[in-house]
């Protein structure tokens, strides 16, 4: 957040391989958004609960030194924050209201994929009544182990008619959900037990924005450069990739 003006929310961290300065993982694939007006207000509040402070008793005023001005733009914006230290589970409770309402298309692009019965459940039953599915995840993985867990949830995903990605020149750090041509969600909050239920996290909720389709255009221009999975490639995965996930399967909620 900058003076009260300005807050960017996605994947992109304070380090070199995030903007391709060097390639640590090929290259680093990510997104941001960038929000201007009232929703600025609302990242201020979640930054200043992480610090332990009273909202009552804070002058927001402080941090907010110049007039908020409502945005001109179509649709609305609501950043939301995921606390493991209460019952609610919003980064999950939001992805799955999405995957349930959509008629059309939900896109979806995740570091990580370790799902729980929930989530893999309504991934399935979209596809299954006809929603086309796509989850991209990376080609190049930063850890091994999270990388061996996603293939144990390929097969399943694509006999429901899941279709799945891998993007081949690197790592996608990207956590985005796409649905519709009309509602989206861009943050840090990808689809494992960590970002779900361990992790303070927080996403951006946009509904009939202006920049919708520019999100969706940008899928599929990353698209462009993966590889489909199909049940041929998760045959000749490497034996070590197949085993490993389904050993590391046993502790998948602490991964």
């Not at 609960?49 to 001005?69: A, C, G, Q, Y």
């Not at 589970?89 to 994929?113: C, F, P, W």
């Not at 929603?131 to 061996?148: N, R, S, T």
Request: proline residues 4%; aromatic residues 12%; contains cysteine.
């Amino acid at each position: 957040m900058i003076d009260g003006r300005v807050a960017f929310n996605g994947g992109v961290n304070l380090a070199d391989e995030y903007i391709n300065t060097y390639e640590k993982y090929g290259h680093w694939k990510d997104t941001a958004v960038m929000l201007q007006g009232e929703a600025v207000l609302r990242f201020t509040r979640m930054f200043l609960h992480m610090w332990s402070l009273d909202e009552k008793e804070m002058d927001f005023d402080r941090f907010l030194n110049v007039p908020i001005t409502p945005q001109a733009e179509n649709g609305f914006v609501l950043p939301y924050g995921d606390c493991p230290l209460d019952r609610d589970k919003v980064g999950e409770q939001v992805y799955i209201d999405m995957l349930n309402r959509a008629q059309k298309y939900v896109h979806i692009m995740t570091s990580y994929l370790i799902l729980d019965g929930e989530m893999e459940n309504a991934l399935k039953y979209a596809a299954e009544r006809g929603v086309d599915v796509k989850i991209m995840l990376p080609g190049i993985p930063d850890k091994y182990i999270p990388f061996a867990l996603a293939l144990t949830h390929y097969r399943s995903l694509m006999e429901s008619g899941v279709e799945i990605y891998e993007y081949t020149p690197g790592f996608v750090h990207a956590k985005v959900f796409v649905c519709d041509g009309r509602e989206a969600v861009v943050g840090t909050i990808n689809l494992d037990y960590r970002s779900l239920y361990h992790h303070f996290e927080c996403a951006t909720y946009m509904w009939g924005t202006d920049c919708i389709p520019q999100i969706e255009e940008d899928f599929e221009l990353t698209q462009e450069k993966c590889r489909k999975v199909t049940v041929d490639m998760i045959r000749t995965e490497p034996f070590k990739r197949r085993v490993l996930g389904f050993v590391a399967k046993t502790v998948a909620p602490l991964l």
